[in-house]
């Protein structure tokens, strides 16, 4: 029984290190999306959302520090809603960060950039081969002990 114990427990920690491992990367990869230090928040203005590509994306607008304006184009994570709860349209107005001292690098905020909603998908996945290990582990349990 006890080599039984050892056995079923290969694939139980397999799983949560996996899972452990997700968790670690995907909020690494989400919290590099939202690194907002030294970044500051604009308002820029939509002029085209492009869904025919996978992902999506949007080109914006963006005014710079010395009053001109700047175009971007983004890979949008998550589609942005807007107003009226449909995807962003021209001429709709959308926060973005802007790097005061390198005004072209511009992001997305949060889980709207690729990134983002990457990191964030990774934790979800992470914790559902937590939750995975967990069950395996008690029905590993239950059986070899009954």
């Known amino acids: 029984m006890a080599i039984g114990l050892v056995l079923g427990a290969i694939p139980i920690v ?11 990367a995907g ?7 939202s690194d907002a230090r030294g970044l500051v928040t604009v308002e820029a203005v939509v002029v085209e959302r492009t869904s025919f590509t996978d992902p999506a994306r949007i080109t914006f607008d963006y005014p710079l520090p010395d009053g001109s304006w700047a175009r971007a184009t983004r890979v ?10 449909a995807v962003r349209r021209p001429g709709e107005r959308i926060p973005v960060w802007v790097n005061p001292r390198n005004p072209s690098d511009v992001r997305l905020p949060g889980a709207r950039s ?11 996945l992470g914790v559902m081969a937590c939750v995975g290990a967990l069950v395996m582990a008690v029905a590993t349990t239950v059986f070899l002990t009954s």
């Open 76 to 85: 949008e994570g998550v589609p942005t809603p807007g107003e009226r709860g």
């Open 27 to 33: 909020r690494a990869l989400a919290g590099r999306s």
């Open 14 to 24: 397999v799983l949560l290190l996996a899972g452990v491992g997700m968790l670690v």
């Open 114 to 124: 690729a990134s983002g909603a990457g990191g964030v998908l990774l934790m979800v």
